[in-house]
């Protein structure tokens, strides 16, 4: 759930942070107080599109942090993805706006694109507005309303996006064998050729390297004689203007063990360390001689060497730039000529192999609908009646299911149909003129889903918008009942869903000589029942008003404590 939400530097806003709480989170004011600002803000946070112009102060960047605690294993393994740690479920969701109008996107402080928080967020929390019902608007987001009640679909749905894929690659491969069988008999002499190139090269592994280093040896063998041949000479020769190296070492061998008869505790291990280091130089002359002797050019060696280098490169060029790569592309190759040479054999089992995928599919696609048709008459009837107690006259909730062809979501058409008066016909969802209908069958679906939504906080902005009265009422308790299962943070102007709140929250706006701000202030008892009186009195709030506010309060405690459970 969204425990935290801060925003910095955001249209009227200088600063504002806030603590939500479990359940039902209510956020009032006066219109044009900023309530739209905030739900703004946090929608930017979540992937939404922004620009310079929302900032208050240019010379200073906007921020908005969200913070979440989420243990669902589904948001987890989508951090993961992304490399993002997530330690205790702690999620901080940031987003930062320059003047310059570019933005930033972090989580738990590690860079991510706009993209990817969308993902994350679409995991986290649900937006819904009195203009936002673009899912119950939209026919084709039907199904997948409906499939969010099915406990088990979301596998079945799984195994069929992996078939369809498979599917999808036997098809190309079926199409492209059928187009390459025009062109049969050029494409098996290209391959034939290929194949002899490389087997007339016969690359071994590690050869490359080891041509390197032999022709590395060969560019240089004067100056390798000239080095390990000198060194030589100083060992045991000695330069122009001393002795030997091994004889000055011998001198000084003698040197100690004369001093070693004096204080052996003292010289002993530097005697027996110069003796060990005398025999390492003697063996190491020893060789520096043998190699620097051996060593002689070799021009027709290195060009041999030259040009199988060469051959290789242009395998290299060729096939892929490594051993492993041109053989690889050998294989395919010999596979693929296999294959061509036995083209309507190919063919054949590509087809075979498409109709058994096909017939995969078509099992699968069985099992949705049975499930979809089972959940559908279930759902139908507890939506009709959430419907009837939301001021609905003898509604009608209708989930249409029709065939279609194949996809990734099965065999379906989906498509929900409601009646919302007694006498009318049943009608496409989307026919539904009236804002307050369809935010009001909304809710009813909310409310059906909340137990299987995975989804943890739910937001409602002014979905109140055309109701009063008894609808109202009845719209609040809905409300309240959902956030028995999800986080639920509600704009509203309806008193009748303020009282049954759980955490109050005023937003207002303060103006300090010219300079004008948004705030959020956390409500106490006394001054929740203050702006339950505004909300029911308006501008005249009488001691009338008054106790009607304490009266509503009241009966919506005593409401939860009786219902709530």
Known sequence: MLIHLRVQNIALIDEVMVDLEDGLNVLTGETGAGKSIILGAINLALGGRGSKELLRDPSRPAVIDLFFSEEKSSVLNKLKEMGVAAEDGEILISRRFAASGRSTCQINQTMVTTQQV????????????????????????????????????????????????????????????????K???????????????????????????????????????????????????????????????LDALESAL????????????????????????????????????????GLEAEPQRLSEVEQRLDQIQHLQNKYGQSWELVTAYYHKTKEEQQKLQNLAQTIEELQQQLQKKQSEMQVLADQMTEKRLEAAKKIEEEITNVLATLQFNQPIFKINRQPKELS???????????????????????????????SRVMLAI????????????????????????????????????????HQVICVTHLPQIAALADSHMRIEKT?????????????????????????????????????????????AENWKKKERV
């Open 118 to 181: 969308r993902q994350v967020a679409a995991l986290l929390i649900d937006i819904h507005g009195q203009h936002e019902h673009q899912s119950l608007l939209d026919s084709s987001r039907h199904i997948d309303i409906l499939d969010r009640f099915i406990p088990g679909i979301e596998a079945l749905k799984k195994e069929m996006r992996e078939k369809w894929e498979a599917a999808r690659v036997l098809q190309k491969q079926w199409e492209a064998y059928q187009e390459k069988g």
């Open 254 to 293: 003698m040197k100690l063990r004369e001093a070693e008869g004096y204080d052996p505790a003292f010289f002993t291990p530097y005697v027996a360390s110069l003796e060990e280091q005398l025999a390492v130089l003697q063996d190491m002359a020893g060789e520096l001689r043998q190699y620097g002797e």
């Open 183 to 245: 062109d049969r008999e050029r494409l098996l002499s290209l391959m034939q050729f290929e194949l002899d190139e490389i087997e007339a090269a016969a690359w071994k592994e590690n050869e490359e390297e080891e041509l390197r280093e032999e022709r590395k040896k060969l560019l240089y063998s004067e100056k390798l004689q000239e080095s390990c041949l000198g060194a030589y000479a100083l060992i045991r020769q000695g330069g122009r203007e001393g002795q030997p190296a």
């Open 511 to 555: 103006v300090t000589g010219e300079h004008t701000a948004t705030q959020i202030q956390v409500l106490g008892e006394e001054q929740i029942t203050e702006e339950l009186a505004r909300m029911l009195g308006g501008t005249q709030i009488t001691e009338a008003v008054k106790q009607n506010a304490v009266e509503m309060k009241t009966l």
């Open 446 to 485: 909310k409310t059906v889903l909340a137990k299987q939504d995975e989804i943890s906080t739910l937001i409602f902005d002014e979905i109140d918008t055309g109701i009063s009265g008894r609808t109202a009422q009845s719209v609040a308790e809905k409300m309240s009942k959902i956030a028995l299962y």
């Open 408 to 438: 990734p979501k099965g065999a379906d058409q989906i498509l929900f149909q409601i009646r919302t008066n007694v006498g009318e016909t049943l009608q496409p969802l989307q026919q539904i003129a009236s804002g307050g209908e369809m």
